[in-house]
């Protein structure tokens, strides 16, 4: 098998040599929740457990989705695909799906912190937001990035979440 680029610099003689955490499907996972949370809260009322379940299962349809892009990606290459290989690469996705856990956990706890509907919208924003800040931030330390690029990672992914946040203020009234 040829080499091939390796995440964290150099190459590596095979795709499993990639490390375990997928810090770009964890950002992702995020960002794409906090749009749900965005579109969701912008048109009115919500019941809390349907957002719950569509934060998971959107996480697990844009999981599938990746896996299945990155494997047809690798067959168009004339690459042998094995099990091993589809288990690695959906394991390699899964952050993705992990990341909607966050923001779908601050939903269904919401009540207990008395919050009405519109409060639980913005808390569960504000978990996607802080998770894909921090998510780019690790990934950008792990990478051995200076100070400067950690910063400038984690302010880019303060702007996209920002981004969203403001759609949804602005949609909403």
Do not use: C
């Not at 966050?102 to 924003?125: D, H, M």
């Not at 780019?136 to 981004?163: C, D, P, W």
């Amino acid at each position: 098998m040829p080499n091939v680029p390796s995440p964290n610099g150099g190459t590596a003689e095979h795709r499993l040599d990639w490390p375990r955490t997928d810090y770009a499907g964890a950002i992702y996972g995020a960002l794409l929740a906090a749009s749900v949370i965005a579109g969701t809260g912008a048109f009115g009322p919500f019941p809390r457990l349907g957002l719950v379940l569509l934060l998971l299962v959107t996480g697990i349809v844009f999981w599938a989705a990746h896996v299945y892009a990155r494997l047809a990606g690798e067959r168009a290459h004339g690459q042998f695909l094995s099990w091993s290989e589809v288990r690695h690469v959906a394991r390699h996705e899964w952050p993705m799906v992990q990341a909607t856990v966050p923001p779908a956990v601050a939903v269904a706890i919401s009540p207990l912190l008395r919050l009405g509907l519109a409060g639980t919208a913005w808390f569960a924003l504000g978990v996607a937001l802080i998770e894909q800040v921090a998510w780019s931030t690790v990934a950008a330390v792990r990478a051995g990035a200076s100070r400067r690029l950690v910063v400038v990672s984690g302010l880019v992914n303060l702007v996209l979440g920002l981004i969203i946040v403001v759609a949804k203020s602005t949609i909403h009234h």
